[in-house]
């Protein structure tokens, strides 16, 4: 009952200010989220993706 009493809460003053913060907020202290590593691991993974994209597309095409 005190956990769901926590997240409406949470979803309350989300509502009520910067969404974003506030779940960031939320999400470091309540559910001890370290979200800048995430923020990190998903930069590189986007980059990793976009390097492929580009290596595939200056790879030369064979001529028949």
């Not at 907020?25 to 986007?46: P, R, S, W």
């Amino acid at each position: 009952m005190g956990g769901v009493l926590v997240e409406l809460t949470i979803l309350l003053a989300a509502t009520r200010q910067q969404t974003t913060q506030v779940l960031n907020d939320a999400a470091a202290v309540y559910k001890k989220v370290d979200t800048n590593a995430i923020v990190v691991k998903v930069k590189q993974e986007f980059t990793a993706k976009d390097k492929a994209k580009t290596a595939k597309k200056a790879a030369p095409k064979p001529s028949a």
